[in-house]
């Protein structure tokens, strides 16, 4: 487990594989205690020549059974059935999202290299009165919680999780520590939510053929920190 900070208002590099990179849009609220609270609000998924987005929607008022997701692929808004066990597949390209619940949670899938659970969760009273957050009613942080698993990841992965997956990776975060924080958000930053200028981006480029042809999977969940530092990754 680790908890990664990132920046307000700006983006940075999950994931950045020759077959995948995930960049991930950070909102925030300034804090009096130091670091920004932070969440992660949309994320942008490229594969192939496709630009997947999946994200939360800016609202002032958390509805539940309001749709607060927002879905594109190619730059088109993806709009699944709200029934519960709906789907909306691409046959051109294998991508398949589904809805396990009638709203603000999918499950999306391409074959042979992610699997992906988003859902949009608000911050409640009781989180910013626990956790001294001062939301207000303009704005309830709608954000993400994900769940990736991905499939024949080349040793060249990095980004802030793919890093991890690395065969000859070593942590550099204190495991010992109650939080254990991952830092280099310099390294991971990137220019926009598509942008693949991160310094650690290897998206796009050959793999050679000794490095290719891992097929153990990987699964790891993100959401909210408690206290709202950042967000909270687990393998």
């Known amino acids: 487990m680790f908890y990664f900070h990132g920046k307000k208002d700006k983006d940075f590099c999950l994931v950045s594989d020759p077959s995948i990179h995930i960049n991930a849009h950070f909102i925030g609220k300034s804090s009096s205690r130091g670091r920004d609270f932070t969440w992660v609000e949309s994320v942008g998924i490229l594969f192939g020549s496709h630009k997947l987005y999946i994200g939360a929607r800016r609202v002032s ?16 808004e993806i709009k699944v059935p709200m029934d519960e066990g709906q789907r909306w597949w691409s046959p051109e390209t294998g991508l398949e999202i589904r809805r396990p619940v009638t709203n603000n949670k999918v499950e999306v899938k391409m074959e042979d290299l992610f699997a992906i659970v988003a859902r949009v969760v608000p911050i409640t009273a009781e989180e910013s009165r626990v956790h001294g957050y001062n939301v207000t ?12 698993k991905f499939y024949s990841l080349s040793p060249s992965v990095d980004g802030v999780l793919g890093q991890t997956y690395k ?17 280099g958000a310099d390294r991971f930053a990137a220019s926009g939510l598509f942008a693949r200028d991160c310094a650690v981006s290897s998206f796009g480029s050959e793999v050679k053929p000794d490095l290719a042809g891992n097929e153990e999977s990987f699964e790891v969940a993100c959401g909210s920190a408690h206290g709202g530092r950042g967000i909270v990754c687990r393998r």
């Open 61 to 76: 008022k958390w509805e539940e059974l309001a749709n607060n997701m927002l879905i594109r692929f190619d730059g088109e």
């Open 137 to 148: 009613k303009d704005n309830c942080y709608a954000h993400l919680e994900l769940n990736f």
């Open 167 to 183: 065969t000859n990776y070593q942590s550099r975060v204190k495991i010992t520590a109650p939080m254990p924080i991952m830092g």
